[in-house]
């Protein structure tokens, strides 16, 4: 079983940055693929970026691609997601999951494992 856990979430202003992290709880195979999901209020949960075991192949949705990085530390059990120039439409619960693919999925369905999310709040 593989525990996640978020942090890094909190109120920014529109335009402003913040760094989400995601530890796995145990010494886990390097191999997962790892994505970071998000939910709005009254919203269902979306797809926001994920990575694949090697770092080499990313994927993000089309509402964060180049405004946000995603990357991992396979070392520390680790995977980022960097945010700039946020804004208040990207205001969710963000949440961390790890899929046993081989690929880099983008559908919740295809990931394993999930965080309890880190509330991110963007103010206009």
């Known amino acids: 079983q593989v525990q996640l856990v978020e942090s890094g979430g909190g109120l920014v202003q529109a335009g402003g940055s913040l760094t989400l992290s995601c530890v796995a709880s145990?010494?886990?195979?390097?191999?997962?693929?790892m994505g970071w999901f998000r939910q709005a209020p009254g919203k269902e949960r979306e797809f926001v970026a994920a990575?694949?075991?090697?770092?080499?192949?990313?994927n993000y949705a089309d509402s964060v691609k180049g405004r946000f990085t995603i990357s991992r530390d396979n070392a520390k059990n680790t995977v980022f997601l960097q945010m700039n120039s946020l804004k208040p439409e990207d205001t969710a619960v963000y949440y961390c999951?790890?899929?046993?693919?081989?690929?880099?999925?983008?559908?919740?369905?295809?990931?394993?494992?999930w965080g309890q999310g880190t509330q991110i709040t963007v103010s206009s």
């Open positions: 999951a790890a899929s046993e693919t081989v690929w880099v999925p983008l559908l919740a369905y295809e990931y394993d494992y």
């Open positions: 145990a010494r886990t195979k390097s191999n997962y693929a």
């Open positions: 990575i694949g075991w090697s770092a080499g192949r990313t």
